[in-house]
């Protein structure tokens, strides 16, 4: 069973930037996974940040990125707000109609 | 606006069942992929099922596989998800959302599922 694997938890300071990223147990992620990111706050719904690696979802701000870095997907957020604390979820496509969650990245901004 | 509204969850008794349904509005339904998603109480995300476009494709994670029955009434803009003998780690929030590009794009409000004596 491979595991999709997120940093737990990740701080950065106002005004700074950050880089989360989604791997697997075993191999690398590519684009051919079409990871995803979403944002989610303490009792909200998910947004979704980012599609297709790099693709940003409407009305979502161009200091969020998505790429592939090295071995994993990665999602860089620039400039970071206060707002921007948040639990963070990639999700891969493992072919044959599966998809995998992260565990999700706590990220604390202060 | 592209809207997605679930409803049907509720509280029910191991080896029960229940039928969630996700109306959607604001794009074309009958060309959308559509997923079911839940979370546990405190825990993270996790992928459930999966429909295609017409409902001739479906797939599920392992561990609903059997259980759980993903469909949709493209003349109704909903989705369902038929969940049958239904565990204590069933309960969760489930939500539906919209595909794009092989990725969850639009996610509704989610409704939630207890299964408890």
């Known amino acids: 069973q491979t595991v999709v694997t997120q940093e737990p938890s990740f701080s950065v300071s106002p005004g700074g930037t950050v880089t989360l990223t989604c791997g697997l147990s075993?191999?690398?992620?590519?684009?051919?996974?079409?990871p995803s990111w979403h944002q989610q706050t303490p009792g909200q719904a998910p947004r979704t940040l980012i599609y297709n690696t790099d693709t940003r979802s409407s009305g979502v701000p161009d200091r969020f990125s998505g790429s592939i870095l090295g071995n994993k997907a990665a999602l860089t957020i620039t400039g970071a707000q206060a707002d921007d604390e948040s639990d963070y979820y990639c999700?891969?496509?493992?072919?044959?109609?599966?998809?995998?969650f992260g565990g999700g990245t706590k990220l604390t901004v202060l | 606006e592209v809207q997605l509204v679930e409803s049907g969850g509720g509280l029910v008794q191991p080896g029960g069942s229940l039928r969630l349904s996700c109306a959607a509005s604001?794009?074309?339904?009958?060309?959308?992929?559509m997923h079911w998603v839940r979370q546990a109480p405190g825990k993270g995300l996790v992928w459930v099922s999966h429909i295609n476009s017409d409902g001739s494709y479906t797939s599920y994670a392992d561990s609903v596989k059997g259980r759980f029955t993903i469909s949709r009434d493209n003349a109704k803009n909903t989705v369902y998800l038929q969940m049958n003998s239904l565990r204590a780690e069933d309960t969760a929030l489930y939500y539906c959302?919209?595909?794009?590009?092989?990725?969850?794009?639009?996610w509704g409000q989610g409704t939630t599922v207890t299964v408890s004596s």
């Open positions: 999700v891969l496509y493992m072919g044959s109609g599966n998809w995998v």
């Open positions: 604001g794009f074309t339904f009958s060309n959308a992929w």
């Open positions: 075993s191999g690398s992620v590519s684009s051919s996974y079409y």
């Open positions: 959302a919209r595909d794009f590009s092989y990725g969850m794009a639009v």
